[in-house]
DNA sequence: TAGATTGTTAATCGATTAACAATC
DNA sequence: TAGATTGTTAATCGATTAACAATC
C-alpha cells in the first residue's frame, strides 16, 4: 500500500496534524470524514490533503470521502505509531522530568527506560517510577538495554560530549532540546528538534510586528 | 532600513539561526562574514543568505562581506530583541518551572514576571524568586502589570478556557506548549507554537522510514 | 440514476538557485 | 588595478491549487 519513496518535507510536516485531526474525529464518534471537512481542520485546501494522501495510497472511496478508523489506522501504520520505541533521557532537571511524563502520556508507543544526571544529587530520586542513574552508568545500560532514541535534556554546552557518548553507544535517534545541530556532526543520525531559542525568538518577531 | 513588509514565513524561520550563527561568530572574535560562509553554517547557499538579508536592507559590503557586529544588531533590531517582554508562565509543573528558567537565561529580553498554577500546593514554592500564585489571582495580576506574553504549560484539555481568561484579560501573545490551536479561535492573537507531540510523531516516522 | 467526492493531471504560485553587473 | 563579494534580476525548481474525468 506504501508507495512511500519520495515523501517531501512539506507533506511529512502535516501528517501529524492528520493524525491529531482523526483522533480527533474518531473521539467524536464519527466514521467518515471528506478532504474538505479536514482540510478545513488543519487550514489547508482539499486539492492539498488528497495530494497529500494520495502519496501514501488511495485511502477514500469517491462519493463518500474517507474512513477515519481506516485512514487513522493507515497513518499510525504510516508514521511507525505501533511499534514501541524505548527511549532514556538525558538530563533529570526540570525539561527532563516534564519530557518523561510527557513520553509516558499518549497512545504513540514511546517508552522511557532510564534518566540519567550527571549531578549525584538527583540520584535517590525517581520520575513516574524510574530510577534516575548516573551518568557514568550510560554505557553497562545501553549495552544491555538497547534504548532506540536519546532525548537531550541538559545545557547546551553539555551536549557535543554527551552526543558523541550516545553515538559511541549504538543511539542513532534523538529527541533534541539543546541547540546543538546533532544531524551536522553525525549525518547518518535522525534527528527531531526542538530549538526553544527560535521559538522563542520568532515570537519576539512576531511581536514586534503585529 | 527596514523593507520589511511582505516578509516570506520562509525568510521569517532563518532569522533566528542567522541570530545564533552571528553569535557564534562574535564570540570567536570574528569581525567580518561572507554569504557563503554564512550559508555553510545554516546548511543553504550563499545566494539565499543575500537574498534574505537583503528584505531587509543591504548590509553588506562588495568584495568585503558583511560586518559581524553590525548585521547582529540589525538582525536584533528587525527580531525585537532589545526590547523588554514581560510573561506570565501558566502553569507550574515541570514544564513550566522549566521554561521559567529558560526565559531568564537568555539575552532575549524576555522577563518571567509570574506564575500561575490551579494547584495550590505550588502556592508556597517559588521558581527564580517569582511566587507561584493562584489562577484566580490571574485577573488582578494582568490588570496590575499588563503582561506582554503568556506561556501556556497546562494540560490540552484546560487550554482553551485558561487562554480564553487570558485573552479576556487582554494577553494578545502567546508562546503555546499545548496542542490547541490559540490562532484559529482567535485570529487576533500571535501565538509561537511548540507542538510537542508532532515534534514526537516526527521523530516515530523518521525512524520507521530510516 | 444523480450527487458527491475521490484520484490525478495540468496550471499557478512561491521559493530557491544561478548568473552577473556593480562596486568595495 | 585585480580580486572578491555583494545586490539584484532571471531561470529553475518544488509545492500548492485548480480542474475534471472516474466512480462510488
Redesign the interface.
Known amino acids: 500500500m506504501t508507495r ?1 519513496n519520495n ?1 517531501s518535507k512539506a507533506v ?2 502535516r ?3 492528520y ?2 485531526a482523526l483522533c480527533r474525529l474518531a473521539v467524536d464518534g464519527k466514521t467518515r470524514v471528506s478532504s474538505s471537512e479536514l482540510a478545513s481542520m488543519l ?1 489547508g485546501t482539499a486539492s492539498q490533503v488528497r495530494q497529500d494522501l494520495n502519496c501514501f495510497g488511495g485511502f477514500g472511496q469517491q462519493g463518500m470521502g474517507y474512513d477515519i478508523d481506516r485512514l487513522k489506522s493507515e497513518i499510525r501504520d ?4 505501533d ?1 514501541i ?1 524505548t527511549a532514556v533521557i538525558i538530563g533529570a ?3 527532563g ?3 518523561a ?3 509516558t502520556n ?1 497512545e ?3 517508552i522511557p527506560i532510564g534518566i540519567f544526571d550527571s549531578d549525584p544529587v538527583f540520584s535517590s530520586l525517581s520520575v513516574k517510577g524510574l530510577p534516575i542513574m548516573q551518568d557514568d552508568e550510560l554505557p553497562a545500560f545501553c549495552e544491555k538495554f538497547k534504548p ?2 536519546a532525548v537531550l535534556c541538559i545545557p547546551d554546552d553539555k551536549a557535543p560530549e554527551l552526543t558523541d557518548n550516545l553515538v559511541m553507544l549504538g543511539i ?2 534523538f ?1 533534541n532540546f539543546t ?1 546543538f545541530d546533532i544531524k ?1 556532526a553525525y549525518p547518518f543520525t ?1 534527528s ?1 528538534n ?17
Chains 1, 2 share one sequence.
Open positions: 512511500e515523501i511529512i510536516s501528517l501529524p496534524l493524525y491529531r487550514g504510516i508514521l511507525g505509531l511499534k520505541k532537571g526540570n525539561l522530568r516534564a519530557i511524563n510527557k513520553l499518549d504513540l508507543n514511546f532506540d532514541i542513532r535517534n529527541w541547540g551536522k535522525n527531531e526542538v530549538y526553544l531559542t527560535d521559538s522563542l525568538i520568532t515570537l519576539s518577531y512576531l511581536i514586534k510586528n503585529s
